[in-house]
């Protein structure tokens, strides 16, 4: 099955064609400046695609050159937000395409450049099966308890306000992958995933389940992330806002000044670290508070899952970043975890252990590959739909 893999945002289109049988990637690349101008010459003129249908004719003509004659099976969207409804992937048609759309309200960045793309692929290729590959929706089996916020009952009830969680497709995959890795089945897999990037989270897993994570209403909660604050006391923004700050004021602060940006003046975490190695002091200081409020939620989730028996990094940062995982494995000490310094400066593409033997809790680094998890729920969504009487 030839799967056409899309993450729609708002003026990009990132998209990867996968043969899922071979697990192989055939052709794969990243359209921007969807309906953006040129900036800076004034006449008005658009560089990249008008929107996003105009985009899927550059998609079009670079898959036909690769596939030639050998047509798509189907495509798998990355949708952020799937609020209460989806708890699983689902053939999308049109009652599923307007049921996303009303989640808009909760991923006003993500859903709705979701939504366009679904759109653009029917109306391009309306007999293509498209399928819905959500966010939230390996955190549904999060408990109660832990998805409540401690806030008055019908804000809930009337407006969904409680924990969802993000990177559920990424989380899902790498405990698959550290589970396999470690040589227990799926089910027994009890451990604590850090899907470390520009945006980050980590997920205690219980059992083969999420049983808590660090986003929670939306991606902005928890912890230390490139441009986002994580945790902050709410109090805050009441203040900001009587101080006179809009909520959008309010809102780009938490969301594109703060985080990494805030504290050391840059949200890549390469550039970070090579200030604090040179002796820049907030540079140090930016890894300091990441790395404590990321070593905080490790030793939280260690109790949710009654004992974690793996720690796993996982994504950009934390594929890569040998000296972040360091800062973070120096303060869980407590938990007897200890690294093994050449192991963990090792770079491999495949699964590894970067612990010490005499660690209690083995680390692992396990690379994430949304996009071949997004074509197997859809491969897998689209065959039942097949053999569906």
Known sequence: MLVLVINSGSSSLKYQVRNVEKGSVLTEGLIEEIG???????????????????????????????????????????????GERFAEPVLVNNE???????????????????????????????????????????????????????????LYTNHGIRRYGFHGTSHEYVAQRAAALLGVPDEEFDGVIAHLGNGASVTAIRGGKSVDTSMGFTPLEGLVMG????????????????????????????????????????????SVVEAAESG??????????????LA???????????????LVFTAGIGENSHQFRALVGERL???????????????????????????????????????????????????RSWVAP
Request: charged share 25%; aromatic share 4%; hydrophobic share 40%.
């Open 333 to 383: 000490g407590a938990l007897g975890i200890e690294l093994d310094a050449g192991l963990n400066r090792e770079r491999s593409k495949e699964p590894r252990v970067i612990s010490t033997g005499g660690s209690d809790i083995p680390v692992l680094v396990v690379p994430t590959d949304e996009e071949r998890a997004i074509a197997e729920a859809t491969a897998a969504v689209v065959e």
């Open 36 to 82: 953006m101008g040129n900036g800076g010459g004034g006449d008005g003129e658009i560089e990249g695609p008008r929107d996003h249908a105009e985009a899927l004719e550059q998609v079009d003509a670079a898959i036909h050159h690769v596939l030639g004659d050998r047509k798509l099976d189907a495509v798998g969207h990355r949708v952020v937000h799937g």
């Open 227 to 270: 441009t986002r604050s994580g945790d902050v006391d709410p109090s805050i923004l009441v203040f900001l806002a009587r101080a006179g700050w809009s909520t959008e004021d309010i809102d780009s602060m938490l969301n594109r000044e703060s985080g990494l940006r805030a504290l050391a003046g840059n949200n890549d975490m390469r």
């Open 96 to 154: 599923i395409t307007r049921a996303i759309e009303r989640l808009n309200p909760l991923a006003p960045l993500h859903n709705p450049a979701n939504v366009l793309g679904i759109r653009a692929i029917a109306r391009k290729w309306p007999e293509l099966p498209q399928v819905a590959v959500f966010d939230t929706a390996f955190h549904r089996t999060l408990p109660e308890h832990a998805w409540r916020y401690a806030l008055p009952d019908s």
């Open 280 to 293: 820049d002091a907030k540079a140090a200081m930016a890894l300091a508070v990441a790395s404590y409020r």
């Open 296 to 310: 905080k939620y490790i030793g939280g989730y260690h109790v949710a899952v009654g004992g974690a028996k793996a």
